[in-house]
T-cell receptor, first 115, second 110 residues
Framework: SAVISQKPSRDICQRGTSLTIQCQVD?????MFWYRQQPGQSLTLIAT?????????ESGFVIDKFPISRPNLTFSTLTVSNMSPEDSSIYLC????????????FGPGTRLTVL | DAKTTQPNSMESNEEEPVHLPCNHS???????IHWYRQLPSQGPEYVIH???SNVNNRMASLAIAEDRKSSTLILHRATLRDAAVYYC???????????FGTGTRLKVLA
């Protein structure tokens, strides 16, 4: 298994500002993902972040709005830029386990409220 | 991408079996069926997955229809700690990309 922590756990931000969310894993992992969960909704994949390469974004998500860094095999950041109230969501990171069953381990999430 | 359809909510009595259905009529031959659950204020956690055959593990059983267009997650004895949103997810073989469905919110009654 993998233990994942995220910082901050929650934040309240003003529109037009940016927030960087950190994801720390207790073991080295190749593949990491960022998801968004809007209030009362399911999870939507934002991007895949592999160490040593640029993040791959899903349809509807762009690098200018959600820049991602992946400096090493245990850490990643997601920035939510130029925020609006529509960005109010829970943002979660996940990693693929190493047991070969394609099991993903999810962080606890960062609850973002934009005023 | 193939999609899944689940009932919005279900209720069960404690210590009784629970059958959570999922329809995936557009599933392709290389799509795996995964189930995750999300407890309140937590990230999703893995429950079980399968391709064609029924699967059992310590948490649950997964029954897959012969035509693979539907599946059922079976919790053999529901406990209060099983109250969560259960997601049925399809994943194409060779990829790690998950397409989450809308999920079923399970309420367990004491």
């Amino acid at each position: 298994s993998a233990v994942i922590s995220q910082k901050p756990s929650r934040d309240i931000c003003q529109r037009g500002t940016s927030l960087t969310i950190q994801c720390q894993v207790d073991s080295q992992v190749t593949m990491m993902f960022w998801y968004r969960q809007q209030p009362g909704q399911s999870l939507t994949l934002i991007a895949t972040a592999n160490q040593g390469s640029e993040a791959t974004y899903e349809s509807g998500f762009v690098i200018d709005k959600f820049p991602i860094s992946r400096p090493n095999l245990t850490f990643s950041t997601l920035t939510v830029s130029n925020m609006s109230p529509e960005d109010s969501s829970i943002y979660l990171c996940s990693v693929v386990g190493d047991r070969g069953v394609y099991e993903q381990f999810f962080g606890p999430g960062t609850r973002l409220t934009v005023l | 991408d193939a999609k899944t359809t689940q009932p919005n909510s279900m209720e069960s009595n404690e210590e009784e079996p629970v059958h959570l259905p999922c329809n995936h009529s557009t599933i392709s031959g290389t799509d795996y069926i995964h189930w995750y659950r999300q407890l309140p204020s937590q990230g999703p956690e893995y429950v079980i997955h399968g391709l064609t055959s029924n699967v059992n593990n310590r948490m649950a059983s997964l029954a897959i229809a012969e035509d693979r267009k539907s599946s059922t997650l079976i919790l053999h004895r529901a406990t209060l700690r099983d109250a969560a949103v259960y997601y049925c997810i399809l994943r194409t073989s060779g990829t790690y990309k998950y397409i989450f469905g809308t999920g079923t919110r399970l309420k367990v009654l004491a």
